[in-house]
C-alpha cells in the first residue's frame, strides 16, 4: 500500500510502498486511514531534515493527526466495531516508567516513547494502520468530518488541562467563589493572551472561548488574513504583533481589567516566548507548547527574572503531547465548537489534498494557509 513520507539520509517527503498490516494480536484493531492533517511539525521536520527513523528501518511515513474507519477487529476487542469512525493518539509508552504504565505516556519519564509519523514509528499517511485498542478514540457518529482536528484540539486541551491544575491553587481570582480555575465557569473573569494563530494558537483560543474567557490572539498576519478572521468569529480579540515590542502585546490585553491571568504559547517563535515571561501578572501562568528548533541566544537579566518568578508567584509550565483523555475531552469540545462558534472548523481548512497529491501538499506556500488535511480516503 501507499504510503507517504521520509527515506533515510534523503531530504524531503517522498512515496514508497508499506506491507499491508494485519491483525496479530487479540486486543488490535485494523483502522482504514480517511483523512490526514498536517501540521507544523511535519513541515518543521522537511525544512530541518528532522530524521527521527527507527534504527532497524529505512523509511517512515509521515502524518499524525489522523481519522479513520476500523475495518476489523481482533477477538478482544470491546469498544470498537468495524464501520466505526476512530481517532488514534500519536505516542506509544516506553513501558518502563510510571506514567506509561498508567496510559500517560505524554509525561513520559524517560524519553524513550516513540511517536507515530514524528519519532521512530509510523504515522498514518497511508492507507490502513493496526494499533492496540487502548490508542483508538471512537468518535460520535455526528463527528466524523471534524474529527481530524482532535488530535491538534487535543494538544491544546492538555495545556489548559494543566493550566487549570496548577491554578487550582488560586481560588480568589477574582469575587465570585465559582470561577475557580477547576470550576465549570472557570473562564470567567479571566483574561488570555494565546501566542500564534495557526491551528494549535485557534483552537487553544475556541477552547478559552468556549468557557468564557476573554481572549486576545496574537499572530504577525494583515487583518485580512482568514486567521483574523477565524479570532473575530470566535469573538476574541486579535492583536496585530508586528512591530510591537513584548510589553506592548501585554498592555493590549490588561487595558480592560488589570491582570493577564493566562498566556498560551503557540507559535514557537523562541525569543517572544522568553521576552513575555518578564511582563507576566502577578500569580499569573503561561503555558509553553510551540517547539522552537535550532539555537537561539538571547540575553536576559537572570536576577530579574528569578526575583519577578518567586516575588510574583510565576509559573512558566511546558506541555507536549496528549494522552487518550484529552482526545476524548477534545472530541466533546468539538462538537460544542461546531454548534457554539459557529462551524469554524470548516473554514480552519484552507486547503485538501488526495493522498496522491501528496507532493502539491508539502510543496503549499500560500501566506492564507492555515490547515492542510489530506483525503487518503474521501468521505462520501
Ligand atoms: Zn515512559
Ligand atoms: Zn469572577
Not at 487535543?154 to 470550576?183: M, N, V, Y
Not at 491571568?261 to 503557540?266: P, S
Request: negative net charge; contains cysteine; hydrophobic residues 40%.
Amino acid at each position: 500500500m501507499l504510503a507517504v513520507g521520509m527515506l533515510r539520509d534523503t531530504p524531503g517527503v517522498h512515496s514508497f510502498e508499506l506491507p499491508m498490516p494485519r491483525i496479530e494480536q487479540p486486543d488490535e484493531v485494523l483502522v482504514r486511514v480517511k483523512e490526514v492533517g498536517l501540521d507544523g511539525t511535519d513541515f518543521g521536520m522537511l525544512r530541518h531534515g528532522a530524521q527521527d527513523i527507527a534504527e532497524d528501518r529505512n523509511e517512515m511515513a509521515m502524518g499524525h493527526e489522523m481519522v479513520g474507519v476500523v475495518e476489523g477487529v481482533g477477538d478482544g476487542v470491546k469498544s470498537l466495531a468495524p464501520g466505526d469512525a476512530v481517532v488514534m493518539t500519536v505516542r506509544r509508552g516506553c513501558g518502563i516508567c510510571h506514567p506509561c504504565l498508567h496510559n500517560q505516556s505524554d509525561m513520559c519519564m524517560t524519553g524513550l516513547y516513540t511517536e507515530r509519523g514524528i519519532h521512530k514509528r509510523d504515522g498514518y499517511l497511508t492507507q490502513f494502520v493496526v494499533d492496540q485498542e487502548q490508542y483508538i478514540v471512537k468518535v460520535p457518529p455526528g463527528l466524523r468530518k471534524h474529527a481530524v482536528f482532535t488530535e491538534p484540539a487535543s494538544i491544546a486541551e492538555k495545556g489548559i488541562d494543566q493550566i487549570r491544575i496548577i491554578q487550582s491553587r488560586l481560588p480568589w481570582t477574582c469575587s465570585h467563589p465559582d470561577h475557580t480555575f477547576l470550576s465549570a465557569e472557570w473562564g470567567m473573569c479571566k483574561t488570555a493572551l494565546v501566542v500564534g494563530a495557526g491551528p494549535l494558537g485557534l483552537l487553544a483560543a475556541a477552547l478559552l472561548r468556549l468557557a468564557n474567557v476573554r481572549t486576545y490572539v496574537a499572530d504577525i498576519v494583515p487583518e485580512d488574513n482568514p486567521k483574523v478572521h477565524l479570532v473575530e468569529h470566535m469573538k476574541a480579540i486579535y492583536i496585530d504583533a508586528r512591530g510591537k515590542k513584548p510589553e506592548e502585546l501585554v498592555q493590549l490585553c490588561c487595558v480592560v481589567g488589570g491582570n493577564l491571568d493566562v498566556i498560551f504559547e503557540a507559535a514557537g517563535a523562541a525569543a517572544t516566548a522568553v521576552e513575555l515571561i518578564p511582563y507576566m501578572s502577578r500569580s499569573s501562568i503561561y503555558v509553553m507548547t510551540g517547539i522552537p528548533r535550532g539555537d537561539l541566544v538571547i540575553q536576559l537579566d537572570a536576577a530579574q527574572l528569578v526575583r519577578q518568578l518567586v516575588r510574583y508567584n510565576q509559573v512558566v509550565v511546558g506541555s507536549v503531547n496528549s494522552n487518550r483523555s484529552h482526545f476524548e475531552m477534545a472530541l466533546k469540545d468539538i462538537e460544542r465548537i461546531q454548534t457554539e462558534l459557529g462551524g469554524m472548523l470548516d473554514e480552519m481548512i484552507t486547503h485538501r489534498f488526495k493522498l496522491d497529491e501528496w507532493e502539491k501538499a508539502f510543496a503549499l506556500d500560500d501566506p492564507k494557509h492555515i490547515k492542510t488535511v489530506i483525503e487518503v480516503d474521501p468521505w462520501d
